[in-house]
C-alpha cells in the first residue's frame, strides 16, 4: 500500500537538508580525491560552497516533463523561481540542495496553459439559457453584461484567476474588455493580458479605441491586443493593431470563423449575424463575396508576420482550406472544446489543420459558453471527438503548443533545466499510461507551483 504523498512529505528544516547533502557531496568528493590533483580543488569547492538560498527538490513517483519519455522516481530541482534539473531522485539529491518535497504516488507535470479565455465572464456561469443560434446568444450576453459594473467584473475577472488555478493552470492568455480594469488586477499566474476590442458602433474611432487600451494594457507584463471579430472590429482597427505588434513586439490574437452565422454573413449577405449587425449600424458592404478566412487573410492584408493567434476556425469552406495549403501562412489556432459543443458548431477540422502545419492549442473561452475553467475537461472533450489522438499529443496542446503560440517555448510548458518552475501535481490511480492518466484526471489541483511558488 504506497504510502500518501502528504505523510511522506518530508518539510524538513533546510539548515537539516543542506548538512545532509553537504555530507553526501563530500563523500563524493573523497572518493574522487584518491584520483586526481583536480579532485582535490572540487572537494575544496564543494565544502565551502555557501548554501543555496530558496532552493528545494520536489520528488514524485512521475515526473512527466514533455520533454522526453516520463521518468520513474523522478525529481526537480528548483532555484528560486526556475528550474535547475531534472531527471532521476536518486540522482537529483545528490547534486542539489534544498529542501525536498515528496509528493508520493503523484505524477508531476508542467503547470497547464490556457490559450484563450475571457475571465471577465466568469460570474456569468448558468446565467445564460441554451439559445437557437449563436446571434440569440451574443443578444443574451450583451444583456446580462447591462447588468454588471466594473466592481462586478473586477469580482469575476479574480474568481477566475483562482478557478484556473484550482484546476491547475499556471499560465491565461485572457482577453478583456476592459484593459481599465489590468492596473487593479493582481494575476497570480502568468498572464498574458489581450484588450478585446470592438469598434462595430464607431468605427471612426478606430485607431482611438487601440492607443486608448494600450495605455492600460501597459501596466501589465505582458500584454497583447485582441481585434474581437471581423464582425464587430472594422479593418482599421486590425490594421492599427498589427501596426502595433510590429512597433511594440506584442502578440495578436481574434475570434474567426466561429459560427455558420458569420460564415453567412460574410460569403451571403444574409442569416441572423448579417440582420443584426445590419440592424445596430453596421457597413455591411463587406458582406456577400467572401468567407471570413478570404476577408482576414486577404483584405485585412494579414501579413505571414505577426503571427496571429485564432480562435476557432471551426466553420471552413473547401476554398479555405485550399487558400491556406496556397498562402503558406500558419497562424496558431486555439480550438475551445466544451464551448463549440455548447454552440454544436461544424466538427472542428483538426486533422486538416494539423497536416497543414498548423500549431493548434486548447482554451476554455468563458464561462458564458462552458461550464467550468478546466482544461482537463477541455482535454477530454477533444478526446472524445478525436479518440484517435493520442493523450501525450492532447497534453501538448496544454502545455508545449500554447507556449509556442506566446512565444515562451523556451521558458514555459514543459519541465527542463532553465524553465520557469511552473510544476502541478496530480494523484494517479495506478501504474498505467501516465499520459492517460493526466487526461482523465478530474479533480482539483491541491499541489501547483506558479514561478517557484508554492
Ligand atoms: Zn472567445
Redesign the pocket.
Known amino acids: 500500500m504506497p504510502e500518501s504523498g502528504e505523510r511522506r512529505k518530508r518539510a524538513r528544516p533546510v539548515a537539516t537538508a543542506l548538512r545532509a547533502v553537504q555530507l553526501s557531496n563530500t563523500d563524493t568528493a573523497m572518493h574522487m580525491t584518491a584520483h586526481s590533483a583536480m579532485a582535490t580543488v572540487w572537494l575544496v569547492f564543494v565544502a565551502y560552497r555557501p548554501p543555496l538560498q530558496h532552493s528545494m527538490i520536489v520528488r514524485a513517483r512521475t515526473v512527466v516533463t514533455m520533454d522526453g519519455p516520463p521518468i520513474e522516481n523522478g525529481a526537480v530541482a528548483i532555484s528560486e523561481n526556475r528550474i535547475v534539473e531534472v531527471g532521476k531522485f536518486d540522482e537529483i539529491k545528490t547534486r542539489h540542495a534544498g529542501e525536498i518535497f515528496d509528493l508520493g504516488e503523484q505524477t508531476l507535470l508542467p503547470g497547464l496553459i490556457n490559450a ?3 475571465l471577465d465572464y466568469t460570474c456569468l456561469r448558468g446565467k445564460i439559457p441554451l439559445q437557437k443560434t449563436f446571434t440569440d446568444w451574443i443578444r443574451a450576453i450583451n444583456a446580462e453584461k447591462t447588468k454588471l459594473s466594473p466592481k462586478d467584473y473586477l469580482a469575476s475577472i479574480n474568481e477566475g484567476f483562482a478557478e484556473v488555478r484550482r484546476f491547475g493552470t499556471t499560465a491565461i492568455a485572457n ?1 478583456t474588455a476592459f484593459p481599465e480594469l489590468v492596473p487593479q488586477i493582481t494575476s497570480p499566474i502568468h498572464t498574458w493580458w489581450f484588450g478585446e476590442l470592438i469598434d462595430v458602433r464607431a468605427p471612426e474611432r478606430a485607431s482611438e479605441i487601440v492607443d486608448l487600451a494600450i495605455e492600460s494594457l501597459k501596466s501589465a507584463q505582458n500584454w497583447g491586443l485582441a481585434p474581437h471579430a471581423l464582425f464587430t472590429a472594422s479593418k482599421d482597427l486590425y490594421r492599427r493593431c498589427e501596426e502595433i505588434a510590429k512597433r511594440d513586439n506584442v502578440l495578436l490574437t481574434t ?1 474567426l470563423a ?1 459560427s455558420l452565422e458569420e460564415m453567412e454573413m460574410f460569403h451571403t449577405a444574409s442569416g441572423p449575424l448579417y440582420e443584426f449587425l445590419k440592424g445596430i449600424g453596421r457597413p455591411m458592404d463587406d458582406c456577400g463575396n467572401q468567407t471570413p478566412l478570404e476577408r482576414f487573410v486577404g483584405a485585412h492584408g494579414v501579413r505571414a508576420l505577426p503571427r496571429w493567434i485564432v ?2 476556425l471551426n466553420e471552413l469552406a473547401e476554398s479555405d482550406f485550399m487558400l491556406l495549403e496556397r498562402s503558406k501562412r500558419r497562424f496558431h489556432v486555439v480550438h ?1 472544446p466544451r ?1 463549440h459543443d455548447y454552440f454544436t458548431h461544424s466538427q472542428f477540422p483538426f486533422e486538416r489543420l494539423r497536416s497543414l502545419g498548423f500549431n493548434i492549442c486548447l ?1 476554455t ?2 464561462l458564458a ?1 462552458n461550464e467550468s475553467l478546466s482544461l482537463f475537461a477541455e482535454m477530454r472533450a477533444f478526446q472524445r471527438s478525436e479518440p484517435g489522438i493520442s493523450p501525450d499529443e492532447i497534453l501538448k496542446m496544454v502545455t508545449v503548443n500554447p507556449a509556442i503560440a506566446l512565444r515562451q517555448e523556451n521558458i514555459i510548458g514543459r519541465i527542463r533545466s532553465g524553465f520557469c518552475a511552473d510544476l502541478i501535481a496530480v494523484q494517479c490511480s495506478d501504474r498505467g499510461n501516465p499520459f492517460e492518466q493526466i487526461v482523465a484526471f478530474d479533480g482539483l489541483i491541491d499541489w501547483i507551483m506558479v514561478n517557484g511558488n508554492l
Do not use: I
Request: charged share 15%; aromatic share 0%.
Open positions: 484563450h479565455c475571457h482577453l475570434h466561429e480562435a476557432h475551445s464551448s482554451g473561452d468563458s459558453s
